[in-house]
Nanobody
Framework: QVQLVESGGGLVQAGGSLRLSCAAS????????MGWFRQAPGKEREFVAA??????YYADSVKGRFTISRTNAKNTVYLQMNSLKPEDTAVYYC?????????????????WGQGTQVTVSS
């Protein structure tokens, strides 16, 4: 019903920046909440940032460094990542939810992209 495609990942040095994009297609809705999650090898999927009710939320680990934003049409969401650290290395996933109560829970989201790799070298 909804397809999400992430892009913008890559390899950067510590302290560098990347901007991830998530393009939505299919039966999208402007009411969808949008989130970014990441998953490193051997670890659980971790909340990064989300939009809900025009309010942005961030994990403590990225607050002050990452910024989530959306287009006016709400079919694209971005994650600007600054001051990257090696511990930010992970596959980053975009997600969408029609109804959301817990923005930081992966189980709340209905649709997921395939992910984009972000690698930060020291």
């Amino acid at each position: 019903q909804v397809q999400l495609v992430e892009s913008g990942g890559g390899l950067v040095q510590a302290g560098g920046s990347l901007r991830l994009s998530c393009a939505a297609s299919g039966r999208t809705s402007s009411r969808y909440a949008m989130g970014w999650f990441r998953q490193a090898p051997g670890k659980e999927r971790e909340f990064v940032a989300a939009w809900r009710g025009y309010i942005a939320y961030y994990a403590d680990s990225v607050k002050g460094r990452f910024t989530i934003s959306r287009t006016n049409a709400k079919n694209t969401v971005y994650l600007q990542m600054n001051s990257l650290k090696p511990e930010d290395t992970a596959v980053y996933y975009c997600a969408a939810a029609g109804q959301l109560t817990s923005y930081d829970s992966p189980k709340e989201y209905d649709y997921w992209g395939q992910g984009t790799q972000v690698t930060v070298s020291s």
